[in-house]
């Protein structure tokens, strides 16, 4: 079974805007059948919704909802965090590049969730990718929304490839 996805790498926590930057880019909720869940930025889902119309881009085919888990709850989402490449963290919020200074001290360090991971259905065309990184970077310039609002620098972009392989045998 293979499973894509659109990994945004950024230089901050993305749990502090993967939903935003998600509803920017593709004017959907970030769950299937629901209004976005932050109505700070209802103006952001409605305006991604026209661009996308605008440019020809039908989300609604790109993009697959998967089970996600936070804190014991479970719903489908269609964006989650993930782990950045070549980044650490202290487990108190500091983030680290993975240097061999750092790599030495890497026992008491973790995983830095600095990626926004966007959930595809199939290989997106070239057009897609084009307007999905158009978005992501739009979404960094724009003005703060609230005071705990994050807009972070974006480091790159990955078509992730996630296969599943199941074997059996006789016994």
Request: hydrophobic letters at 35%; glycine letters at 6%; one cysteine or more.
């Amino acid at each position: 079974m293979q499973q894509l996805s659109l990994l945004i790498d950024t230089d901050s926590y993305a749990g502090n805007f993967e939903r935003p930057m998600f509803y920017y880019i593709t004017g959907m909720s970030d769950r299937p059948y629901e209004e976005p869940t932050w109505f700070e930025y209802a103006d952001l889902h409605e305006e991604a919704q026209a661009a996308a119309v605008a440019a020809g881009i039908d989300f609604e085919d790109l993009l697959e909802a998967r089970p996600h888990e936070h804190d014991g709850m479970y719903w489908d989402a269609f964006v989650e965090i993930a782990p950045t490449p070549g980044y650490l963290n202290n487990g108190s919020g500091l983030c680290y590049k993975d240097t061999p200074v750092n790599s030495k001290k890497r026992k008491s360090l973790f995983p830095a969730y600095q990626s926004v991971k966007i959930f595809l259905s199939r290989e997106p065309t070239k057009k897609e990718l084009k307007y999905m990184k158009e978005r992501a970077l739009g979404f960094c310039g724009l003005p703060k929304k609230c005071t705990w609002d994050q807009r972070p620098l974006i480091l790159g972009f990955r078509v992730e490839t996630e296969l599943t392989t199941i074997t059996s045998r006789s016994v």
